[in-house]
């Protein structure tokens, strides 16, 4: 793990939006957390680069590209050239001084470049070799992911850099391994690098691909067309490059009698972080945010705190962004509070805060949505019906117009503020996929 300066780490800021007023008895106190990163990669800042090929003494990086080679990807032929031709997009991508490689997977895993158990490092001539490589990837064989990530994961271990990312490209279920073996996979792997995955067509299995990227911090997505699979490629790669810090976690503090009772992840997408901590001490635990470039992301805590009387007021919980350090110890980027006082002002303490209620409803439409699809598929078309209502709703009402987009391909609206819906008789694959692949990106406030 490298050891970051001051001058060479984005500046963290942490903006805590609550309403603090609890009635008397009340006990659970909420807060919206908006972590904002600026000076990184990702607007000006600098670009990342491996050990020796500094920048601007920027840290340095290294990323994997999984591209799956089984047998399906040959139907139609056209998915393994657009699959060698996004590969190559993303190798172009990347910046001179990053360390990469790519592997082809099915039921195994093969190192297709540099192909000599490590790293190379990218400059022109090295991307020049790597796509030249990416002209020998066939189809055949059957997909077992987990050994793509173990793979990775030795790649990357080479590398004596701080952020490690790696991209994932699959277009079939995962037939050849045990679910349990993938999932020791993502255990032994989680938090030693983050991951992308895209799913190509509609014959893969939405839950097993957005399983992959959420234990492995990173986004997911539906490419339903191969031919976007090089734009998809390049940007997910320009995002990639954009990271400037990895392994920041967020350490919650509380106070003797208060605990936690959930941390999650609400923009921009939604991610229950709450059985992710690491004890970092007396009362004090951490949970992982990943990697960061410049960008901004917005965490719901909820406290529950001792009773108190009218009048008091208590500290329900110190929140610390927190870089860990070669010798143990951890470097504060930024902190905030979140408070608790008690009153008997009826007014002050049943304000919802909009921010809370906001990202309450998002995380109520993530669920209602994978709900739905869930009893659509079982026959269950009354509770379908009721569920997905109940997510045009919310969509509506919280100004998320892509997924009430994505929603109206597969209910028809028939007045969205009541949620009054009629399931559509026939849905393609693709439209109900790209629904709940998507179904946790979220919207912020509207101001």
């Known amino acids: 793990m490298a050891n970051f300066s001051k001058s060479n780490v984005p500046q963290f800021s942490v903006d805590i939006y609550q309403n603090e007023y609890l009635p008397e008895g009340g006990r659970e106190v909420n807060a919206i957390v908006t972590v904002t990163s600026t000076g990184g990669g990702t607007s000006g800042g600098h670009p990342l680069a491996a050990p020796g090929y500094a920048v601007d003494g920027a840290p340095g990086g290294a990323v994997v590209i999984m591209v799956d080679c089984s047998g399906s990807m040959d139907y139609p032929p056209t998915k393994m050239r657009n699959a060698r031709d996004a590969t190559a997009a993303a190798i172009d991508t990347i910046r001179d001084g990053v360390a990469f490689a790519v592997v082809g997977g099915t039921h195994q895993a093969r190192e297709v470049y540099p192909a000599n158990g490590g790293l190379a490092i990218a400059d022109a001539q090295t991307r020049g070799q790597a796509k030249q490589a990416l002209r020998k990837l066939t189809s055949g064989g059957g997909t077992a992911?987990?050994?793509?990530?173990?793979l990775a994961d030795r790649l990357l271990a080479t590398a004596d850099v701080p952020i490690?990312?790696?991209?994932?490209?699959?277009?079939?279920?995962?037939?050849?391994?045990?679910?349990e073996d993938l999932r020791a996979t993502l255990e032994a792997c989680a938090g030693r690098f983050t991951c992308d995955a895209r799913g190509v067509g509609t014959d893969w299995e939405v839950k097993?691909?957005?399983?992959?990227?959420?234990?492995?911090?990173?986004?997911?997505?539906?490419?339903?067309?191969?031919a976007g699979l090089k734009a998809d490629f390049q940007a997910m790669m320009e995002t990639a490059m954009g990271k400037e810090v990895a392994d920041v976690g967020?350490?919650?503090?509380?106070?003797?009698?208060?605990?936690?009772r959930f941390v999650k992840q609400v923009a921009?997408?939604?991610?229950?972080?709450?059985?992710?901590?690491?004890?970092?001490?007396?009362?004090?635990?951490?949970?992982?945010?990943?990697?960061w470039g410049d960008e901004s992301r917005d965490y719901h805590v909820c406290v529950q705190v001792p009773n108190a009387g009218v009048g008091q007021e208590m500290l329900a919980a110190r929140l610390s962004l927190v870089l860990p350090q070669p010798d143990g110890t951890s470097q504060v980027l930024s902190q905030g509070l979140v408070r608790a006082v008690w009153t008997d002002d009826m007014a002050a303490s049943t304000r919802i805060n909009?921010?809370?209620?906001?990202?309450t409803g998002q995380a109520e439409l993530a669920s209602v949505i994978q709900e739905g699809l869930e009893a659509r598929k079982s026959g269950d078309l009354d509770g379908a019906t009721a569920k997905l209502g109940r997510a045009v709703q919310l969509a509506s009402a919280s100004g998320n117009d892509d997924t009430a987009k994505?929603?109206?391909?597969?209910?028809?609206?028939?007045?969205a503020p009541s949620g009054t819906v009629r399931l559509k008789a026939r849905v393609a694959d693709a439209d109900e996929m790209t629904l709940e692949t998507r179904s946790t990106k979220t919207v912020r406030v509207k101001k």
């Open 145 to 150: 992911i987990g050994t793509w990530l173990r």
């Open 164 to 179: 490690r990312h790696g991209i994932l490209l699959t277009d079939g279920r995962n037939e050849h391994e045990k679910p």
């Open 208 to 226: 097993e691909l957005t399983g992959i990227a959420s234990a492995m911090l990173g986004s997911v997505d539906i490419v339903a067309d191969p």
């Open 250 to 260: 967020l350490r919650l503090w509380t106070p003797q009698g208060s605990e936690i």
């Open 268 to 291: 921009p997408t939604v991610e229950d972080l709450t059985a992710r901590r690491t004890e970092a001490g007396p009362r004090a635990g951490d949970y992982p945010t990943g990697s």
């Open 354 to 359: 909009p921010q809370v209620a906001h990202y």
């Open 406 to 415: 994505l929603l109206a391909k597969v209910v028809d609206v028939v007045d």
